[in-house]
């Protein structure tokens, strides 16, 4: 089972690798889009359907075509990536996002445990200029004391996260920058992950928001990748707490302090190569996804390729239909629902391990 997914990895590896290759050779890092082909996959792009005011669907431009500016030097970006056994997705993204940063924005990265292969994926890009900050804890801390340690150490105007196995469109931060420069009632704000099958219009539609020329996607989270997090929510809200059940109670912390929270839309998305519906996935087989499952995948007792499919099918719903009301989120009521979660992902491992 390891070895078949090795062997994938190295497949994926090898032809983003040549892509990349290619594509520096002729000048021109963009040209991956084109030269890469069915392969690669194209560079993430808005392809999803918006809602004009008289509730049909028309097509949208890329947002990051529509609203790239240049930030003022004042508008400075710390972004975090966390790495740990994956260097066949850590070379591929972690390139991909110092190639999207400008001069104002700085890339941290921390590694968890000792697995050689991608530490040497990583120290490849030491030197790199946008490469600002590397930390290797030799145990897997997870999520939370690396997110925490940027948070804590980075003076930026912005703090972001993207996780190894996110490809970043060109332009995403320029566009969620100018969006906060507009809007200073924005607090975090976040590109899209999911597939263009997931968005429901119909069921999106209530929360569906519009600020001057930004339109958002309004909830009270986020994934905890690839969103854009204001300094200053950070100095009110200040580090993950270890009871808190991840960046999404952070956000709703944020959320609940007044400030908006959502996804940029129409849609900056991020490739996410952990979805098996992704061409660049390595996720070809159930044996591929057993050999290295998410988190997220393990805390919802996911054992197979056609349950990751449709336990990321239900998120999608999930965030298009949850509820904006605050009291929704009063500390009982939280209580409760994580209760009840905790139960029925209790109740699905017994039935899998039964």
């Not at 392969?39 to 990051?64: A, C, D, M, Y």
């Not at 030799?138 to 939370?144: A, G, M, S």
């Not at 400030?259 to 061409?279: A, F, S, T």
């Not at 965030?319 to 500390?331: E, G, H, K, L």
Request: net charge positive; charged share 25%; proline share 5%.
């Amino acid at each position: 089972m390891q070895t078949h997914f090795v062997d994938a990895g190295r497949r994926f590896e090898c032809l983003a690798r040549n892509a990349w290759i290619d594509a520096r050779q002729q000048g021109d890092v963009d040209a991956i889009s084109t030269r890469a082909g069915r392969e690669i996959g194209p560079e993430p792009k808005n392809v999803f359907s918006s809602q004009n005011r008289s509730g049909s669907l028309t097509k949208s431009r890329h947002s990051t075509c529509t609203l790239r500016s240049v930030m003022t030097v004042t508008d400075s970006v710390d972004i975090l990536m966390i790495t740990y056994r994956r260097p066949h997705y850590t070379r591929l993204t972690l390139e991909r996002l110092l190639a999207t940063c400008n001069e104002n924005m700085r890339v941290w990265v921390w590694h968890n445990g000792d697995h050689a292969e991608t530490l040497e994926v990583v120290r490849g890009f030491e030197g790199h200029p946008r490469l600002h900050r590397f930390h290797h804890c030799p145990e897997n801390l997870r999520l939370r004391a690396p997110t925490n340690w940027l948070f804590s150490e980075s003076r930026a105007d912005f703090v972001s996260k993207i996780d190894d196995d996110r490809m970043m469109p060109f332009g995403w931060a320029e566009t969620l920058v100018t969006a906060m420069q507009d809007e200073p009632r924005f607090g975090v704000l976040s590109c899209w992950h999911f597939q263009e099958e997931d968005y429901d219009p119909v069921l999106a539609a209530p929360k569906m928001q519009t600020f001057g020329r930004h339109q958002i996607l309004r909830n009270m989270w986020v994934a905890g990748s690839g969103f854009l997090l204001r300094r200053t929510c950070v100095e009110q809200a200040g580090l993950l707490r270890d009871n808190e059940f991840g960046f999404s109670a952070y956000c709703t912390r944020i959320a609940l302090a007044g400030n908006i929270v959502g996804w940029y839309w129409p849609p900056v998305r991020q490739l996410h190569l952990d979805d098996p519906r992704e061409p660049l996935t390595a996720i070809k087989s159930d044996e591929d996804l057993l050999a290295t499952l998410p988190l997220s995948a393990i805390r919802n007792g996911v054992r197979t390729r056609a349950d990751w499919i449709a336990r990321l099918k239900r998120s999608a719903l999930e965030v298009q239909s949850a509820s904006i009301d605050p009291r929704y989120y009063s500390p009982w009521r939280r209580k409760v629902r994580n209760g009840i979660a905790r139960i029925t992902r209790a109740l699905r491992l017994a039935r899998l391990n039964s």
